[in-house]
């Protein structure tokens, strides 16, 4: 299994970037897909995960800001970064492991798979 994120770069606050996550070894529907992120210094958190039904779940930090989203075909996960602030700064990572239950958001424990991140940085 590889996950490989892409995307990333640098942009000024209020800008918007979009991540991409291209799978392979696994088909990414019947997972629960996240994206993650590490800021210098600090713990890596949870950001938006996708369901198998395409529930998904965001941290308070980035709702109404980020939305995840999926392609089947391409086998790709996405995340859209609007409104950036320099808080949004770190590493952003893609993770995957198979979705416990059919329906609603799957959260961010127990991830399975990785990727090994792409950096993004925004500046004021």
């Known amino acids: 299994v590889q996950l490989v994120e892409s995307g990333g770069g640098s942009v000024q606050a209020g800008g918007s970037l979009r991540l991409s996550c291209a799978a392979s070894?696994?088909?990414?529907?019947?997972?629960?897909m996240g994206w993650f992120r590490q800021a210098p210094g600090k713990e890596r958190e949870g950001v938006a995960s996708i369901n198998r039904d395409g529930s998904t779940t965001y941290a308070d930090s980035v709702k109404g800001r980020f939305t995840i989203s999926r392609d089947i075909a391409k086998n790709t996960l996405y995340l859209q970064m609007n409104s950036l602030k320099p808080d949004d700064t770190g590493m952003y990572y893609c993770?995957?492991?198979?979705?416990?239950?059919?329906?609603?958001?799957?959260?961010?424990?127990?991830?399975?798979?990785w990727g090994k991140g792409t950096l993004v940085t925004i500046s004021s």
């Open positions: 070894g696994l088909a990414i529907r019947p997972y629960c």
């Open positions: 993770a995957a492991r198979p979705a416990d239950k059919w329906m609603g958001g799957c959260g961010y424990s127990g991830m399975n798979y």
